[in-house]
């Protein structure tokens, strides 16, 4: 489930789908909706939706009967409310036959002849606004137009202004119509410069944006005095995002130093905007109740709660229109009982075309491209009470403009489309003489010079406008590795990206004689060449996005292909037939692709420049970049200019690509990589002789194809154009007997199976992973402790009536470092101490911790063992004397001993800390167990009363009475020495 915020999440739209399925079963209850709703709470955003909308779609169809007779008065259909999943599911569903309505907008070539089977209930239609802008145009005879466009902004504002760009040259009506494109993701505009270029070439201005930057550029405009009512800035609002009285979503009022003065200049603007129907709000008292029942749903069953003055958007209302829509044709299929409209996506699609539909919201018109052709005002600000008011109406179906009041502007309306003196002025009467004089001799140098810097400036501003640097901040690099060579993995704006090295950044001198970096500067050669590379847009071609520089070196950053490149897909699993054609025909058509490109040829063509995306589809990358790549490294610097070297011809390379996509080709068919050794024609039939038994099936015959790009002679390969034709000639004619539903799922299949095995190789290292750090756990501390820590829980203090302590000290270790390489010192100390451990587990004790040369022990805690403990800790002891004895008495000239002290006795323990946890025991009867041991001699083991007195009891060892000491701290204590082999008497 997406979050509230994107306007396609079922938090947003649930009300929508649960009223328009409640007014159908009332209105049409012959008519029955089974939906099933593919959402998921790990999407973020609807990028990341789109990404596998196709694979849930696939996955749902699978279970469903598509098959003719199933399909008898019974239709599939997807209903979705827009975002990036519509464009993923438009191909499949256009390939299946299947009905596709959704509540957003398409470009109309793509609706009507790609997709014939879509059907749009948006608002947003382009065909609509591109009508009604032509209408504007045409009724004040405005032909000389400035497209402004943000190309930061939301990208429904670049794909319309490209639209109604494209509309008005196709009209061919004398229209002059120039472009200014900024991109505010990139920083802030010097709106003075671009209003003073345009300025000079037009007065009627379309703009395309932000609308808090459209705010800035009017307040920039007022200072240059460009609102006085000779210039008319048009803007388009395609939604409204507050219903505050007297406040659009297009507004002067931001309550800062620039009210005033946007104010003023908001009078010179006309803002279009869709009617208040398309929100379903407050026009009827049917509208009024389906308004009500929104926000309480929202509120009630989805937890989303509206802010003040926050609208009801039109996708909702789009949404709610799609079903009871939809329902209406099913209605009227029912009961006309015609059986093959039932069973084809296009003719469902026919029966929503160029017809009205009336719905609790009112009135709605899809026309016959399939898009709904919305009810658009024409508003102005009110000069009074700063409200918007209606000038003129494009009424849905109607496609003319409709005057509904009159603008109030500075000065006579229309503004003309050319001013009386032209763009430039008026000149002084006085020079009039003077340049009517001069004007006949300066003619020829005015308008040679003029094409010259015309030329150059269009050039410049196609420079400026072309978005191909990606500042180096945008860049940050995370923490996973990619196994790329020469490729670096990076994060670009939340999303993974390849960066591939284009060239160490030039140095310049500065005036004090410094070497510093300098900015990427391109040259028109070298800014032709990389806008020819951006250009490639084809599914099979991996997209280069732009260059970034760093202060040392500059990158190509280029999209991200997760499921690695081709090699790497064959070493991790095994293809079947139909896995290796489609990925055959993904490589020859992305290579024809860029041979039909400004290009003509790869460059630099190899097995590890086929990548795989995330649906399993093989793209070309590196495409252009060993051009660039010369192309930058034989340029030279001459000041921050880049003077482009001389390029090589393209022909001979193309004829090389064919080769090596041949090679590509037969490693997918083998899934061998040995094919990148050969290198002529005797070796590929050689090699093809050793593989007669490889079981490879009908891509048999594709082997024949395939040899003949080796041959000797390069004008007898063939051509890209003529593979590929061959090729899918060939996998067409086994194909017939397969639907395309059929290899989806057969390719789900082996992904799944694929999938299960890296989850059980993934599972299997994980517990071995697990076992290791259990192992270490268990080693630091007790195996109790250790599952409370697991469970997320504080293991408590416990408190230990009858305990045995021990410290076992080396005796005359601080003496063998002064004698001794300290290197030395501890590997003896480590050897030692893993003796000590190795003992202990043949008892029941535990190691507490290691002080220096100290080593203390303690049994009874954590684990209760009755009064046993004593007798285990005096063993153990036993054991360390006659180890140390026996491994270590003659090392080091015999210079250290053991000296060891017991005590029994009641301790508290507990874990200590949060960063590396310890066990650790408190009490007096550890301070006791520690001046046994120091109050003892070398070589035998001090104990005290309380735990010869046990060893009575419970042991077999013998105790010899030492008599009452003096012992520090403690007083006048009875104690005893621990008879073993080493001091026995």
């Not at 930061?152 to 319309?160: D, P, V």
């Not at 150059?456 to 901040?473: G, K, Q």
């Not at 022909?651 to 061998?672: G, H, M, P, S, Y």
């Not at 989806?744 to 999938?755: K, P, Q, S, V």
């Amino acid at each position: 489930m997406l979050p509230p915020v994107i306007l396609g999440s079922r938090t947003y739209l649930g009300p929508a789908y649960d009223l328009a399925l409640l007014k159908i079963d009332q209105v049409y209850p012959r008519v029955t909706v089974n939906q099933i709703f593919l959402t998921g709470k790990k999407y973020r955003d609807c990028m990341d939706l789109a990404a596998d909308s196709v694979d849930w779609s696939a996955a749902v169809l699978k279970n469903l009967s598509l098959d003719s007779s199933s399909r008898r008065c019974r239709a599939t259909v997807f209903v979705l409310p827009g975002c990036m999943e519509m464009w993923e599911i438009y191909p499949l569903a256009t390939q299946l036959d299947l009905l596709i309505i959704s509540s957003v907008a398409g470009h109309t070539p793509v609706i009507g002849k790609k997709a014939p089977t879509w059907i749009s209930t948006s608002c947003n239609s382009l065909t609509a606004y591109s009508h009604l802008y032509i209408r504007l145009t045409e009724k004040f005879l405005w032909q000389t137009l400035v497209i402004i466009t943000d190309l930061g902004a939301n990208i429904f504002f670049s794909e319309f202004s490209r639209t109604l760009y494209g509309d008005f040259i196709r009209r061919n009506s004398g229209y002059q119509i120039y472009q200014e494109n900024f991109n505010t993701r990139t920083g802030a505009p010097d709106y003075a410069q671009i209003l003073n270029r345009i300025n000079a070439l037009s007065r009627v201005y379309l703009y395309f944006g932000d609308p808090v930057e459209f705010r800035r550029m009017l307040v920039k405009a007022w200072e240059l005095d460009m609102v006085k009512g000779e210039h008319v800035y048009v803007v388009m609002t395609p939604f409204r995002f507050t219903n505050r009285p007297g406040a659009g979503y297009l507004t002067w009022e931001n309550r800062d130093k620039d009210d005033n003065m946007a104010r003023a200049a908001y009078r010179s603007v006309l803002i279009i905007e869709p009617d208040n129907s398309v929100y379903g709000s407050t026009t009827s008292d049917v509208q009024e109740k389906y308004y009500a029942d929104v926000l309480n749903r929202s509120q009630v069953d989805y937890n989303y709660t509206y802010k003040p003055f926050e609208p009801v958007t039109p996708h909702v209302a789009g949404t709610y229109n799609s079903l009871t829509i939809l329902a209406q044709v099913m209605e009227d299929l029912r009961i006309s009982d015609k059986e093959e409209v039932w069973q084809s996506g296009k003719e469902l699609a026919r029966q929503f075309m160029n017809r009205s539909f009336l719905t609790d919201l009112g009135e709605t018109y899809i026309d016959p491209s399939g898009q709904r052709d919305p009810t658009i005002n024409v508003n102005h600000l009110d000069w009074n009470s700063s409200a918007i008011r209606t000038l003129f109406v494009q009424r849905a179906g109607s496609m003319t403009l409709d005057v509904v009041a009159e603008p109030q502007w500075p000065s006579r309306w229309p503004p003309p489309d050319v001013p009386g003196c032209g763009f430039r002025g008026c000149l002084p009467q006085g020079r009039l003489a003077t340049i009517n004089g001069s004007v006949l001799m300066s003619l020829l140098v005015v308008i040679t010079v003029t094409t010259i810097y015309l030329r150059r400036a269009r050039l410049r501003d196609l420079m400026n406008a072309f978005s191909w640097e990606i500042p180096d901040d945008h860049l940050q690099q995370p923490e996973i590795k990619n196994q790329h060579e020469e490729v670096l993995l990076y994060i670009a704006e939340h999303r993974l990206v390849y960066l591939s090295a284009l060239g160490a950044m030039p140095l310049i001198s500065d005036n004090r004689g410094h070497q510093t970096s300098t900015r990427l500067v391109l040259n028109r050669s070298m800014f032709r060449l990389l806008k020819n590379v951006m250009a490639i847009h084809y599914p099979n071609i991996n997209r280069l996005i732009g260059v970034t520089a760093t202060p040392t070196f500059c990158y190509l950053v280029s999209e991200y292909c997760t499921r690695g490149s081709l090699p790497e897909l064959l070493s991790r699993m095994t293809l079947d037939v139909d896995f290796q054609a489609s990925l055959i025909l993904d490589a020859l058509k992305g290579l024809q692709a860029v041979h039909r490109s400004a290009l003509q040829c790869h460059g630099h063509l190899s097995a590890r420049c086929c990548l795989i995306d995330s649906h399993f589809t093989l793209k070309l990358g590196a495409v252009g970049f060993h051009q660039l790549r010369y192309s930058y490294s034989r340029d030279m610097l001459k000041n921050g200019t880049l003077i482009q070297g001389k390029k090589d011809k393209p022909t001979a390379q193309a004829k090389n690509d064919v080769t090596v996509i041949a090679r590509i080709a037969l490693e997918i068919i083998f899934q061998d990589e040995s094919f990148e050794t050969i290198t002529n024609l005797v070796s590929v039939e050689k090699s093809l002789t050793q593989r007669k038994s490889f079981p490879i099936g009908r891509l048999a015959a594709l082997l024949p194809i395939f040899s003949s790009c080796w041959s000797d002679d390069p004008t007898r390969r063939p051509d890209i154009h003529r593979l590929v034709n061959r090729v899918t000639t060939v996998l067409r004619s086994y194909a017939k007997g397969s639907s395309l539903t059929q290899r989806i799922i057969r390719r789900l299949e082996a992904y799944t199976d694929e999938l299960d095995h890296q989850v059980a190789m993934r599972t299997h290292d994980l517990l071995e992973e697990r076992k290791r750090c259990d192992y270490l756990l268990w080693a630091m501390l007790p195996s109790e402790v250790v599952d409370e820590l697991r469970k997320g829980n504080t293991p408590e203090a416990a408190y230990y009536t009858s305990t045995t302590i021990m410290f076992v000290e080396i005796a005359g270790f601080g003496t063998l470092l002064y004698q001794t390489e300290p290197e030395e010192a501890m590997v003896f100390l480590n050897e030692v101490f893993m003796k000590f451990d190795e003992l202990l587990d043949q008892y029941d004790v535990y190691k507490v911790e290691t002080i220096k040369e100290s080593y203390l022990v303690s049994s009874g805690v954590p684990r209760r063992n009755e009064e046993r403990h004593a007798n285990e800790i005096c063993c153990l002891v036993v054991s360390m004397m006659a180890a140390y004895s026996t491994m270590f008495a003659l090392c080091f000239n015999a210079t250290t001993t053991l000296r060891a002290g017991i005590h029994s006795g009641a301790v508290a323990a507990g874990v200590v800390g949060r960063k590396a946890p310890r066990y650790c025991l408190f009490g007096d009867t550890i301070n006791t167990a520690s001046r046994m041991m120091s109050s003892g001699e070398d070589g035998r083991v001090h104990i005290s009363k309380s735990c010869a007195d046990l060893l009575r009891k419970y042991s077999r060892l013998h105790t010899e009475e030492r008599g009452t000491i003096h012992v520090k701290g403690k007083g006048m204590l009875q104690t005893y020495w621990l008879r073993t082999t080493a001091n026995a008497k």
